[in-house]
């Protein structure tokens, strides 16, 4: 058999050789190709978000005119990476191939572009497992290629080994991804769980195998849970407090820490720190928030905002477990003060939320069988301590109406409730029979050992709170318990804790691991630079985007890895009150599998492929002052806006002057003698001043002159200033519809692209006319993206029977979005993106 290295890697040569061919073409005019290539690219953009739940039918639509993009200029990676994610979505995967293979020839570094190309000709061109098994081994053997490649293609071979059921070979192709490359997560991922089901019972082989994984991916705050979980069973509470916590403060990047995440943290502070020590860390908690409250509060006084909606530092308590565990605690630290005014707090708390889930007014989403059962756990809660911690116990049995409606909604609970009155009441033998029939109840447990240590039966108790512990090392009650045994003299702790404690040790987890989440930049370094700080409008802008990792080890690159290849860039403008008009991007620069240490990733971003780009190009009349930021990994922030995810940056351009375009001064019939004569280089940039005449008065009205001179005596106050209207774009419209008609396709398309519809300048409504016979495929393609606004018009009928598959695409995808109730471009007319009127001073609305 001839080896499939020789069969797979001259085929590919071929292929891209021929692909090379096709792209190394070019043109000998001198029409604005990059610049017509993005204006269609973005045309293709902003028709497929119009819509916000795109099918594969719209995604194939929008690849049709990101071909058309391609061909005119073929060396813009940016076009082609657009091509493969439509094809992707189109379901097109010879697209994907075809696509990839052109990119490839421009950036031949691109190891995920590598791996998916490489991927799809062995799904392709092999059958059988045994031969995708020959080429697997063939190219992981293969020292040429990326490192981080061969190891997604060894685990790619391993779980093919697995479901024919070969178990050796399995494990071998799985050990050799490990080795290729340790940023790969999914293999580190089921290389832990393969052992973890095989040795269930080695745990410093299963933690072993968590820090592989955790080095593989130091960001994922559950592989930090399951170390320290695994360190809890063993009681090195004070190793598992440091990974418990590395997973709180990752967590808490992203959005506020759940309740329990938060609890369990304090439980471990409680072994480690004993329960004082959480006391005080409760009560330094409150007051921070309380503090916060209190100066937004002044600020919004001060501001004279309103304050209804603000919180008030009275109103700031801990959740319900966080003030059950807090006073745990107290009882357990001897703190009587801090007990008492805890559980005057804590019956205050149940009683609002009593209160507010009473009423459907006030109980939010909640149901009111929702809402009665959370009124039962918070009851239930509140007596449970009460007896527990024997805090006013006597008030158990004054209010029979709440211990008639637990017992009637949860038996057991009441159960467990009499038990506890029996034991607060004297009668600690009744409390241990009441509580035989419900072990091993974890309340039950407490309760008999309690019972048992009223009695004097000291080893009794410690048995029953060591159950407790080992049970459930990370509930309150647990942390309770293993402080009862210390004060009776016993000692729960794990032989095994010091070995667990010592795997999990600086250098093997080294120390700087905890600080990635909170010092992102001691581990990485982002710079976003501008060619210029002075751009001329419409000119190709070009970001450079610098991603470095700084940290001692290799790090996984990607939109959920490590380092987050995911940006939001937006503009920052001086100025210009468009807000309302300005979408941000989304950046991808997943171009490398990993980085390795000091090593670098820089891309060219484009800024301006959507709308923001639309109508930042549709004020080429004005001075804009601005800069582009970037947030990597971003999320939704509590208080609006977007926040960087963990390990994550927010970095921005140097400040940059966009000036307008010269012939934005011209008059009326200037500009139309203009375009009669322009050479084809130019005629685009004419465009844009048209475009800007028509727009920019609509997306962001010059404010009017206003007279700071104070008027003489006898003189009447001075006039509202006279409004100049935009010019007259008729005959400019005139001019257009006589060039176009010279004009070669490429330059036809970017008149199209460019030019406002009549719906938003109806000056222009004669070029409109005048173009819609273009047979041209691109022409009538944009024609349809841009001009056609009504389902039933003529030219859309026609298209939609055409005899060229891409013009019938294009349409049929039209038609879908124009019978939608979103708004494609076509459709827009001038007050879809004017101000609101309400933000407008009465000058503008005047307009």
Sequence with gaps: MTPCRFRLVPALLLILAACFASHAQTSP???????????????????????????????????????????????????????????????????????????????????VATLRLITALIARDHN????????YDQIVADKSLDASIRSRLALDAALLLREKGDENGFKDRLVKALQLDSTHKEAASLAATYFAQRVPNDAPGRIDLLINLLKADPLDPNIHLSISRELVVAGAYEAALRFHTNALNISSVLARPNEQAVVENYTLQWYVRGPAKVVTSINDAIAVERDTAARNLRKLIENRRPTDEAPKPEDINAPLPVSSLYLLAADASGDKAALTGGFREFTAQVDRLVEKLRSPRTRGTLTEQEAGAATLEALVELNMLRLWLDVDAAAYNQKPDIVRGIRNAYPQGADLLDALWELRAGRPQETIDRCAPLLPNRVARLATALAHEALGHTADAIDLYRLIV?????????????????????????????????????????????????????????????????INATDPVSIRLTITNQSP??????????????????????????????????????????????????????PGPGQTGWVLDSLANRNLRLRWNFIQGFSPGESGGFTPGPMCLTVETQPALLRPLAASSLSAMELATSITGAPIESIHRLACVARASALQPIFNPDPPPVSTETPRRGQPPPQPPVVIPPIDLKPAASAFTLR????????????LCILPHAGLAPDLASFDAAVRNDQDPLARCLFILTRISDPADETMKDSLTSEDARIRTVAESALRRLNQPAKAYPKLVPDDLRAPAATRSASEQAR
Excluded: C
């Design 470 to 534: 080992e049970s459930d090392p990370l509930q309150p009650v647990a942390a309770w318990s293993s402080s009862r045994i210390a004060k009776l003299g016993g000692k729960p702790v794990s032989p095994r804790a010091p070995e667990l404690a010592r795997l999990v040790a600086d250098p093997r987890v080294p120390a700087w691991m905890d600080r990635m989440a909170t010092e992102p930049n001691r581990f990485i370094r982002i710079t976003a630079t501008l060619p210029s700080q002075e």
């Design 553 to 606: 080890i290799p790090l996984a690159l990607g939109p959920d890895r490590p380092l987050s290849s995911r940006f939001l860039l937006a503009p920052k403008m001086d100025g210009a009150s468009i807000d309302r008009l300005i979408r941000p991007e989304v950046i991808d620069a997943d171009r490398r599998l990993r980085l390795l240490p000091r090593e670098s990733l820089t891309i060219d971003v484009w």
């Design 740 to 751: 176009y008609q010279t004009l070669p396709p490429t330059s036809r398309a970017l008149l």
């Design 29 to 111: 005019d001198r029409e604005p190709r990059e610049a017509a290539a993005r204006e269609i690219t973005r045309r293709a953009l902003l028709d497929l978000r119009s819509t916000s739940s795109p099918t594969p039918e719209d995604y194939r639509a929008a690849l049709v005119m990101f071909t058309f993009a391609a061909e005119i200029d073929p060396t813009s990676t940016d076009i082609i990476r657009r091509q493969i994610e439509a094809a992707h979505n189109a379901g097109d995967q010879d697209a994907v191939v075809a696509h990839t293979r052109a990119l490839l020839l421009l950036d031949p570094s691109d190891t």
């Design 128 to 135: 059988t497992a045994e031969s995708r098994l020959a080429a």
